[in-house]
């Protein structure tokens, strides 16, 4: 049974598939509202969340299904120092689809490695989010009638931005995509971002720091919240914590047709005053996401997928390499094993299969 972990998991097919879908539960609610009676949906979210959890929940009540789950750590077993892959295996008892919210990276693949039900990512520490980058791409391809030949600009927090880590993997795939990299050094995109997608698919990118200097040339700006959550050290936070703030004046230099996403929630990066301006996408961009999740627990319920993610074709090493970022999920899991998978396997070059951490590998 296959999940979904990243999203370079479906293939464009499978991301146009999901938006044809989703396209047709908007326009025809009531053909889906039984088609998950009986099912049952686990949200078990280890990190807060508004959107993700509660659209989830949404998605499958409008579906017929139902949801149990847990929407902090604190109030299960975790917190009596229950594994990721012994949750994972009772939730397996009880219900057939799991959506997991961890704050370590890779904590949804150790759940799906355990299971035979689909496991979806909901977000795992500063890594990945493939179903906000789902939500991102309807909510482009709504607005702009297109996924290729876009100018899109990513701006703020590109270090720990896990949705912007997602969204730029699927943009890879499209023809015609210029990415504008907007943000202070610090919070730069993490190097498996630039050297195993930007570069090796050559995507076509710049970076800067001005907002204003870039705004112009976009068709989409996608803000972003600095997440204070993953910062080590707080007075950096407070230091960065207002790199940018988009305004009405900073719209005024934009297309008339550019669109704002945000993942959401915003902090204080987008003026409030932007709200009802046309070009602000952000809250379409929640109600879309509910949809584009509806047609996803369809497909994965259907077993639309075959199981073919990457690292099942790359060279592997078992703890011969480890993993040594604190944020991994092989620094809390019992007995993982440390497995990375050869991406340049010629300069030596593994990344960790749960969080991507580099690794040279001398023979
Ligand atoms: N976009 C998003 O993941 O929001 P939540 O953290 O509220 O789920």
């Not at 195993?196 to 989409?220: A, C, F, P, Q, R």
């Amino acid at each position: 049974m296959r999940s979904l972990i990243d999203i370079l998991d479906l293939s464009v097919q499978d991301i146009d598939e999901l938006i044809a879908l989703a396209t047709d539960i908007i326009e025809n609610p009531g053909k889906y509202s039984d088609k998950c009676r009986g099912k049952k949906l686990a949200t078990v979210f280890y990190e807060p969340s508004t959107r993700t959890r509660m659209s989830f929940e949404a998605a499958m009540y409008e579906l017929g299904g139902n949801v149990l789950g847990f929407s902090e750590a604190s109030s299960s077993s975790a917190s009596k120092g229950e594994s990721v892959a012994d949750t994972a295996r009772m939730l397996e008892c009880y219900v057939d689809i799991i959506a997991m919210r961890h704050p370590k990276e890779g904590a949804p693949l150790v759940a799906s490695n355990n299971v035979n039900i689909p496991v979806i990512n909901a977000g795992d520490g500063g890594h990945n989010h493939p179903t906000q980058t789902l939500a991102d791409l309807f909510t482009i391809s709504r607005e702009k009638g297109r996924l290729n030949n876009l100018t899109v600009g990513f701006c703020g927090d590109l270090k720990y931005g896990r949705t912007v880590h997602s969204l730029i993997a699927a943009l890879s795939r499209y023809t015609g995509i210029k990415i504008v990299l907007i943000s202070p050094q610090e919070l730069r995109i993490p190097s498996y971002v630039e050297y195993d997608i930007l570069k090796k698919y050559n995507m076509d990118y710049v970076e800067t720091e001005s907002l204003e200097d870039s705004i112009g040339d976009l068709d989409i700006l996608y803000m972003t919240r600095i997440q204070r959550e993953r910062f080590s050290d707080f007075d950096e936070y407070e230091r960065l914590k207002d790199s940018y703030i988009l305004t009405p004046e900073k719209m005024e230099k934009a297309k008339s047709d550019m669109c704002v996403l945000h993942p959401l929630p915003r902090v204080n990066e987008i003026s409030t005053k932007i709200d009802k301006d046309p070009r602000a996408c952000y809250f379409k961009q929640a109600l879309n996401a509910k949809y584009i999740r509806m047609a996803l627990i369809l497909k994965l319920l259907e077993g639309a997928y075959e199981n073919n993610r990457t690292e099942k074709c790359a060279e592997l090493v078992v703890n011969e390499l480890k993993c040594t970022n604190p944020r991994c999920i092989t620094t809390t899991e019992q007995e993982l094993d440390h497995i990375f998978k050869g991406t340049d396997v010629e300069n030596g070059i593994y990344r960790c299969i749960y969080c991507e951490k580099k690794k040279t590998r001398i023979k």
